[in-house]
């Protein structure tokens, strides 16, 4: 199943940019006619028939649409420190809206090597992966804060907060699993993950303070990459 995105969409109709309708029509040679399926990026699919067959600006009559194509059954904010190298973070991303993310917030800790994010290409990776992984909404990819502010930012009302660290804090850490059977099943869930020498110690006691949960991916020593999407896997697994 091949899905296009389009964002101009009016009633009865849609136009494809550029960019998809070459890949529509030059590409795939779709012709006048033909069915194709065209996301919105916010959790809707078009099925639609193609009535302008222009690899510059195809245009596509509606026939049906289906909300929420794709979701998953939860709600999934992931924090994430972005990574020295870039392509671990992008490889991160790409992979997270595979299993399905709401949202993706770069942050930067203390201890954080990479200060600066560009998001144009990080966009449009987020894009390719959601047609890929047949969803029909695109992660939000929101502004790179540092980690106090996010930690300092209102949180959604009865939100199960994670933050994922190395050390062991007074009280302990419990792992995700423990700490999804303890919140309420509609509870949207935010996950923070540090960068790769992990959170400060004064990171670590504003999220406690906060009512930010330590958890524990496990014995195994991961990259910020791994632990990120380790996290967003346990979070699936928990919800399927």
Known sequence: ??????????????????????????????????EISVMD?????????????????????????????????????????PT???????????????????????VIGDRSERKVLKPERLQ????SAAKQSLKAAVPVLADTVSVREFLESEAPVGCLRLICCCFEPEGGRKTVREALEIAHPDAPIMVLIGPEGDFSDEELKVA?????????????????????LAAVAAVYFANI
């Open 84 to 106: 020295k190298n870039i392509d671990r973070f992008e490889w991160f991303a790409e992979k997270a809206t595979e299993f399905g993310v709401d949202t993706i917030i770069p």
């Open 1 to 34: 199943m091949e899905i296009f995105y389009s964002q101009d969409i009016d009633g009865t109709q849609l136009r494809l940019d550029r960019e998809e309708s070459g890949h529509c029509v030059r590409v795939l040679r779709h012709r006048q006619g033909d």
């Open 124 to 127: 449009r990776i987020l894009l």
């Open 208 to 228: 406690m303070d906060g009512g930010w949960i330590p958890v524990s991916l496990g014995p195994s020593r991961l990259r910020t990459e791994t632990a990120a």
């Open 41 to 81: 990026g916010r959790g809707t699919l078009y099925e639609c028939r193609l009535t302008v067959a222009d690899p510059r600006e195809a245009v596509a009559e509606i026939v049906s649409r289906i909300p929420g194509f794709g979701a998953v059954p939860y709600r999934l904010t992931m924090a994430v420190c």
